[in-house]
């Protein structure tokens, strides 16, 4: 498509390939003010959360599991889920804290 809109271009077809060349900068910045920069903007909101978590938090895995965070390293973290029961997740696998699922709830 862009092979095509450079071709009419120079052949000199004048305002059509002008308006064609307007129209695409139009999409691209609609794109990304819709759907790039919300994106960015939720990953920052994501990134900071798993920045501020701390030992004690309760939270919740990306795959489900509830529990309380134990131990806090750059790259994981060590959950426990019952009594005397400690996994070790990827601290990307972490979701969101047990209050933002309970407001969630109550909406």
Excluded: C, H, W
């Excluded at 501020?52 to 426990?80: C, H, P, Q, W």
């Amino acid at each position: 498509m862009l092979n095509t809109i450079l071709l009419q271009a120079a052949d000199g077809a004048g305002g059509s390939s002008m308006m064609s060349l307007l129209m695409i900068v139009v999409l691209i910045a609609i794109f990304y003010f819709f759907m790039i920069a919300p994106q960015q903007k939720k990953q920052k909101k994501i990134n900071a959360f798993r920045d501020s978590l701390k030992k004690g938090d309760k939270v919740m895995t990306a795959g489900g599991i509830y529990g309380r965070i134990r131990e806090i390293n750059d790259t994981f973290v060590l959950l426990e889920i019952d009594s005397n029961v400690t996994i070790k997740i990827d601290k990307n696998s972490i979701y969101q804290s047990m209050q933002d699922v309970e407001e969630s709830v109550k909406k």
